[in-house]
């Protein structure tokens, strides 16, 4: 079976079994990646007290943690949540939103890191290169680098710490330690919305509920995002109609659409 044939298959499990995907993530994205969420066809959650944490990872199906506003009590939750997932060997997402921009981040995410010891990490090629120990400058919450500078970034992470690594940019590149794709699509209006990342994340969160293999469910998010993000482009002005077309995308994706949106690349 094809890259893109799998990604749709595991579309289609989403759509089959509404995956429950708790998402410990950040105030600015919550709305936009729970409606995500809601448009490819799984369930959202957007519980972050550390008192339920463990209840609410009882009936997940993946977690999703995200750094995006930080805060010590929402650490502590994702620690907790994160522990418990592993325990219960749910897929964990982790979205090191601007590493690199504060010590308090960058050591946030190597204390996630290493006690979580999350089964995939999607960033920017910044925040991968910063998670890495590189040269990851960060503007911000937004990528200086190309996908390209931080391949080797990605390979050590993939490596060091037994994960998936999914870098996202112009092109995005997903690497296990033994394997790496690249897909071509999306839209150049997508950095312009607010949270597509994150949405990234989430969708990958979705994916990694129903796949086989995490590399499947980080390919899978990152495929839908390059083919729902060609087809809201065709549709949209500018990226406030962007944004709404994407929902749009999303819950309208079929097998077509999905295949003729995003190329896989050598």
Known sequence: MTILNRSWDIVEQIRSNAPLVHSITNYVVMNNTANALLAIGASPIMAHAQEEMV?????????????????????????????????????????????????????????????????????????????????????????????????EAAKYLAEHFDCVVAVSGEQDMIVSATEIVWLQGGSPLMPKVTGMGCTASAICGACAAVANTTFDAAVAGMVIMNSAGGMAAAKADGPGSFQMHFLDALYSLDKNSLISNCTVKA
């Not at 994702?78 to 979205?95: H, Q, R």
């Not at 690199?100 to 979580?116: D, L, M, N, P, Y």
């Open 55 to 151: 209840e609410m990872v009882g009936i997940s199906n993946s977690l999703v943690l995200n750094i995006g506003t930080l805060s010590e009590p929402w650490i502590s939750s994702m620690l907790v949540a994160g522990k418990a997932a592993k325990a219960e060997s749910k897929p964990v997402i982790f979205d090191p939103v601007g590493v690199g921009a504060s010590t308090f981040r960058t050591q946030t995410c190597t204390k996630i890191i290493q006690e979580v010891s999350p089964d995939l990490i999607r960033g920017n090629p910044s925040e991968i290169m910063a998670m890495a120990g590189a040269d990851g400058q960060t503007k911000g919450v937004d990528s200086m680098h190309a996908t390209q500078t931080a391949e």
